[in-house]
């Protein structure tokens, strides 16, 4: 992929397109930077090939741990994040006001509910829950889907937890052993998925939920099983779109509080996330191409940007947009927002500047469970404080290219337990930042 000042050498058709500002990625970064350009009446463009997003949990972290060297739990993610910009100056989230990262949260949630799928915070608290190997997690924001979990971790209620054959990678037994030394007061249980006598599919299982008749089915096998349990733990499948509906219709049924803990790969959380995204930012106005790659990105002289957007399949043309404005929300290595070589890391759509050790022996330290973490997971894009990419003397590159999400210099998201929030809050500075630069 090329970039540069020029004029454009890409033979524009006549039919390119034209926005205000072009978003490049459709994780969590690009999904939330288009959905807050959209609230602010932003003429606005997302491109972008898979993300992580079918793979995350579907909770969503502020901070979780901090510091990452000792391993240090954070209760109050506010405070949590008031000492990591206290200690980590150049890290993403001391761009940001706090009170503009609780904006930017909040918006999110307020929209999530919105379209029937609420998140449950508790106030200056993070929430502990249980992962699906069966080790606990703190987190922020849980979808409802979730949120009785870390009342039965606080309060030890009596617990039945539930898998399936044929689901793997889910094994309530193995989640109880794990938890034994916290919380004795599980039961486990397995029966078959309705209608499913092979293999188990999440996605398939939650969609197939969303009909009532195998609610009903599910809900009449639990029902003799519930014995003494104060509340039921199934893995995370209980609905696509009608989550609210099977939740109550479960609950109804079999009379005490249900609960999801998230499973392996595909997540349906995640994939929930998704479709909403995918869903809601065409009707607020956003032109969206996903599965779709921009292979080339110039400068033209008078400033805008010129992209070129290979098509998602073959018999397709590739589409030319041009820009007033971009966010580069392409994400780390899986995301193929970086490239590592034996060269180097280098940005792949505008060959930006890379924070990167000096040399590639300096990526890793010795001991591969070396607490602090390795460099190489803190190489990244710098930004200045309007979220402009620098260059290596910290001068912005260009007035009108700004970058959120993981692709960000100076952050260990994966070990800080951040994901989410520095997505989401990162997304929302660059379009503030973005907002007032087209005026
Ligand atoms: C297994 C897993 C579990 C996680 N669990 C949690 C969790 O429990 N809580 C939490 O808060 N966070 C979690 N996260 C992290 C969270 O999902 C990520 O931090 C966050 O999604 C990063 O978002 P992003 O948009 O910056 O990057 P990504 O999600 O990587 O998205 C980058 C996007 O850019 C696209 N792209 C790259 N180059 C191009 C190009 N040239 N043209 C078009 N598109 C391009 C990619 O295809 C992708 O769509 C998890 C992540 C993973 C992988």
Redesign the pocket.
């Known amino acids: ?1 090329n970039s540069g000042h020029c004029i454009c050498p890409i033979e524009l058709s006549e039919k390119a397109v034209t926005c205000d500002l072009f978003i ?9 930077a288009a959905l807050f350009a959209a609230r602010k009446g932003i003429d606005t463009v997302l ?7 079918g ?8 901070l979780g741990i901090h510091p990452v060297a000792t391993a240090t739990r954070v209760e109050d993610p506010w405070q949590g994040i008031k000492r990591l910009c206290r200690d980590e100056p150049r890290h993403p989230y001391a761009r940001l006001a706090l009170s503009t990262i609780e904006a930017a949260v909040t918006t999110l949630l307020d929209v999530l509910a919105a379209d029937g799928y609420p998140y449950t915070v508790r106030a200056r608290r993070n929430q502990t829950v249980v992962t699906p190997v069966g080790t606990l ?1 703190s ?2 924001a849980l979808p409802h889907t979730m949120a009785h979990g870390p009342t039965v971790l606080s309060d030890r209620q009596p617990c039945l937890l539930v898998d399936f054959p044929g689901l793997k990678g889910y094994s309530a037994r193995q989640i109880v052993t794990s938890l034994a030394g916290h919380h004795g007061g599980f039961q486990t249980l397995r029966i078959p998925f309705p209608g499913n006598s092979g293999e188990c599919y999440p996605e398939q299982m939650a969609r197939a939920l969303d009909t009532v008749s195998v609610r009903r089915k599910l809900a009449a096998a639990l029902g003799p099983h519930v014995g003494a349990a104060a509340a039921i733990g199934l893995p995370a499948v209980l609905g696509m779109y009608r989550t609210q509906e099977v939740m109550a219709d479960l609950q109804a049924a079999v009379g005490v509080p249900i609960f999801e803990i ?1 499973t392996m ?1 595909p ?1 349906v959380p ?1 994939l929930r996330l998704r479709e909403i995204f995918q869903q809601r930012l065409p009707a607020m106005g956003v032109r969206t191409h996903f599965q ?4 080339h990105a110039q400068r033209l002289t008078d400033g805008r940007w010129c992209f070129v ?2 098509p998602a399949n073959e018999s397709e043309a590739q589409i030319h947009v041009l820009a007033r404005s971009a966010v580069l ?4 290595f ?4 970086l490239h590592a070589d034996r060269h180097g890391i280098r940005e ?2 505008f060959n930006l500047s890379v924070m990167q050790p000096k040399n590639r022996a300096d990526w890793h330290h010795k001991d591969v469970l070396h607490q602090p973490g390795h460099p190489v997971n803190r190489a990244g894009i710098a930004v200045d404080e309007l979220f402009r990419p620098v260059n290596d003397h910290g001068q912005p590159v260009y007035s009108n290219l700004f970058a ?5 210099a100076h952050q260990d ?2 070990r800080q ?7 989401i809050a ?2 929302y500075g660059a379009i503030d930042a973005c907002t007032r630069g087209l005026g």
């Open positions: 992929m490049i990625g459709s994780g969590m970064a690009g999904m939330s491109v972008g090939l898979t993300s992580e997003m793979f995350a949990s579907g909770v969503i972290d502020l997690k987190t922020y998230p790969l997540s995640g779709n790659q921009v292979t957007v290979a929300c392409s994400g780390r899986f995301g193929k927002g792949t759509v959120a999400g993981s692709i960000l998201w994966m337990k951040c994901g989410g929030g520095l997505a990162t997304a």
